[in-house]
Each structure stands twice: as structure tokens, then as C-alpha cells.
């Protein structure tokens, strides 16, 4: 099983750019999909944008669309969040959750492995 450590978060300004970075530990996280999630205060967590374990394919949510693009290096053991055009509604706290399973990794609740999560505020 893998762990995940989430960074790249901080404070930004309305319009400006961000990339979060997912490290993660173990050898076989290329057979691991891997998912961001936001949670904002008060707001159940919800899904932001996921990738195959091999990179292959991706889905990103509607309300990120075109702005936020996700990809991943494996010989890094890494998953990058790249979120341009931020609005102050993107604030909230990212996570990255990992899981064998594609379907699992399309569902804020459903990955088995998940990172402490990294705090993204956008000022207007």
C-alpha cells in the first residue's frame, strides 16, 4: 500500500496559479489511480480530477474544467495538480487519495489511501 504526502499549497491571488504536488511511497504506485478532492469549510469533500495509474486517461470536474489539469510522473511517484485562474471558491483543502481501482478514485469517499492534505486560499 502506498502513503501520500500532499504540498504546494499557500496563499494566492484571484487569477493567479498553483501546482500541488502528491508524493508517494512504495514501488507500485504505477498500478495505483490517483484522485484530488477539495473540502472548503462547512462543505462535504468533493472530487476534483483523477488519473490512471498509468497516466492514460484522466477526468477533471466540470467546476475545474479548463483551468485545472492533473498528470503524473512515475518515476517520481508523483501526481501534480496544475490549478490556473483560481477564484476565491476554489478555497478549501486539497487531498489526493490513491486507489487500485479507477472507479474508486471517481468518488470523494471512496479511496483507500488518502494524504493529510494541503491548505489552497485564493484572496480576491
Known amino acids: 500500500q502506498v502513503q501520500l504526502v500532499e504540498s504546494g499549497g499557500g496563499l494566492v491571488q484571484a487569477g493567479g496559479s498553483l501546482r500541488l504536488s502528491c508524493a508517494a511511497s512504495?514501488?507500485?504506485?504505477?498500478?495505483?489511480?490517483v484522485g484530488w478532492f477539495r473540502q472548503a469549510p462547512g462543505k462535504e469533500r468533493e472530487f476534483v480530477a483523477a488519473?490512471?495509474?498509468?497516466?492514460?486517461?484522466?477526468y477533471v470536474a466540470d467546476s475545474v474544467k479548463g483551468r485545472f489539469a492533473i498528470s503524473r510522473d512515475n518515476a517520481q511517484n508523483t501526481v501534480y495538480l496544475q490549478m490556473n485562474s483560481l477564484k476565491p471558491e476554489d478555497t478549501a483543502v486539497y487531498y489526493c487519495?490513491?486507489?487500485?481501482?479507477?472507479?474508486?478514485?471517481?468518488?470523494?469517499?471512496?479511496?483507500?489511501?488518502w494524504g493529510q492534505g494541503t491548505q489552497v486560499t485564493v484572496s480576491s
Open positions: 512504495g514501488r507500485t504506485f504505477s498500478s495505483y489511480a
Open positions: 487519495g490513491a486507489d487500485p481501482r479507477w472507479t474508486q478514485v471517481l468518488n470523494s469517499t471512496r479511496p483507500t489511501t
Open positions: 488519473i490512471y495509474g498509468s497516466g492514460g486517461l484522466t
